[in-house]
């Protein structure tokens, strides 16, 4: 009994110190050394499953002054599902500079996308309606699914039967957050219609969907359908831009919001374009008296992607939020 109890206990240590042996490896397995080639958005998917994490690795991370540059020989903590970067020695940084790695996906890469089905709008500068809708087979005011609608083309020799447009009613003007000018009108999307006949020069349709109510003067525009998916593409300006406004009418914005910029087609934006969000920090009087004015890097609040460029400004949608955005805050197209 005695000689069982004793193998029993023996056996029993083993397996503690054995499993003491494996969490340590474990915990130093935890410690990553940056190569050539690693992005923050290849980290975080393989890492925590998570490729728009890499905001987040930034906000967390304030000795990073550039969120677009990580550098190979840098070490990645991975810590409970978080990644928190080891900084890198000031004089390592030029020397490595020439084979930093950018945090921009493949174009390939597919992005899942949330922007519900009440319609994005858009911010109307100098585009024009392609019609307008006239009129309607019976005599209410409000118009919805399923009502046959007559359409006033401004180009009749370009519409055939089949054809779709998207329905918009005009609201309040935008202005500029920081210049005050005027940007243009809101255009909110009602709906969109489909081309059934042309008689002479009325066109005949059917409003085949709602976000809101119809009424008649609701202008015509190309029919951009929602989509699910986008495929990431990659950036091709510097310049930087602001959120001049969103589609609901609230104080700050979030995962899945869909916001407005002041960059568009003109400026080199297109769909699929990822851009972060960020805000310059605020330091506090009691510090600039003691350490004088200090210059720190923005804090980054989310990622954003492009779902339709207009040609001076283009909506898009928020899809990772690390803290609240508001209107007036800036943002930078991820490039290479």
């Known amino acids: 009994m005695t000689h069982t109890l004793l193998r029993w206990l023996t056996l029993l240590v083993f397996l ?4 003491a042996t494996t969490s340590a490896i474990a915990a130093e397995d935890q410690t990553y050394t940056i190569k050539k080639g690693d992005t923050l958005w290849g980290l975080s998917q393989k890492f925590i499953d998570d490729p728009y994490y890499w905001p987040n690795v930034w906000a967390k991370n304030p000795e990073i002054t550039n969120p677009h540059l990580i550098f190979p020989g840098q070490k990645i903590q991975v810590l409970d599902g978080r990644l928190k970067i080891i900084p890198a020695y000031p004089e390592a940084t030029k020397a490595t500079e020439k084979a930093s790695v950018k945090t921009a996906p493949t174009p390939a890469k597919v992005v899942s996308i949330n922007a519900g089905k009440s319609g994005n709008g858009f911010i109307l500068t100098n585009e024009e309606p392609l019609g307008i809708l006239v009129d309607s087979v019976d005599n209410r005011q409000l118009l919805t699914k399923g009502d046959t609608v007559y359409l006033k083309m ?3 020799s370009n519409v055939t039967a089949g054809d779709t447009f998207s ?16 940007i243009g009108p809101m255009m909110y999307n009602l709906g969109f219609v489909t081309v059934t006949n ?20 609701a202008e015509l525009f190309n029919f951009a359908p929602q989509e699910s998916e986008l495929a990431l593409r990659r950036g091709t300006t510097d310049q930087k831009g602001y959120i001049v406004a969103s589609r609901e009418s609230k104080g700050s914005f979030a ?6 910029i002041d960059m568009g087609s003109a400026d080199g934006i297109t769909k699929g374009n990822l851009f972060y969000i960020a805000r310059p920090r605020t330091t506090s009087d009691q510090v600039i008296k ?3 004015a200090v210059q720190l890097p923005d804090s980054v609040l989310g990622a954003a992607i492009v779902i339709e460029a207009k040609n001076n400004t283009a909506s898009a949608i928020i899809i990772k939020s690390v803290d609240a955005a508001i209107i007036g805050d800036g943002i930078s197209i991820v490039t290479d």
Do not use: W, Y
Not at 16 to 19: D, G, H, R
Not at 255 to 260: E, L, R
């Open 16 to 19: 503690l110190v054995s499993f």
């Open 167 to 182: 329905l918009f009613s005009r609201s309040d003007m935008i202005k500029h957050p920081r210049t005050k000018k005027k």
């Open 255 to 260: 995962t899945n919001d869909v916001i407005f």
């Open 198 to 217: 042309i008689n002479e020069d009325t066109v005949v349709a059917k409003i085949e969907g709602a976000f809101r109510e119809i009424s008649r003067g």
């Open 154 to 156: 401004k180009n009749l």
């Open 290 to 292: 003691k350490a004088g």
